[in-house]
């Protein structure tokens, strides 16, 4: 990963957002990373890469995985029942 002061990015943006593809940047300020760039090219990664950084939704992953953990969950048939009784 390339590190790149935010000076820097916003004196040619563009071309650091060309470069962005596939190589996400760091952006720093004082030598500290403040930001990541990264270039969306599926317009559908914007929800997952959305989902990635949303502490609440990480903390709902978590606590479902741990009762998963804990319960052993529920067999697939019992789950699509459970969801179109909810309809």
């Given at each position: 990963m390339k590190k790149v002061p935010v000076t820097e990015i916003k004196a040619r943006f563009s071309d650091y957002l060309k470069e962005a593809d596939g190589n996400p940047i760091v952006i720093t300020e004082n030598d500290r990373p403040v930001a990541t760039m990264t270039l969306v090219v599926d317009p559908e990664e914007?929800?997952?890469?959305?989902?990635?950084?949303?502490?609440?939704?990480?903390?709902?992953?978590?606590?479902?995985?741990?009762?998963i953990e804990a319960t052993g969950g529920?067999?697939?048939?019992?789950?699509?029942?459970?969801?179109?009784q909810s309809e």
């Open positions: 914007i929800e997952s890469l959305m989902l990635a950084s949303n502490p609440r939704f990480n903390q709902l992953m978590d606590a479902a995985k741990q009762r529920i067999e697939h048939d019992e789950f699509w029942k459970l969801v179109e």
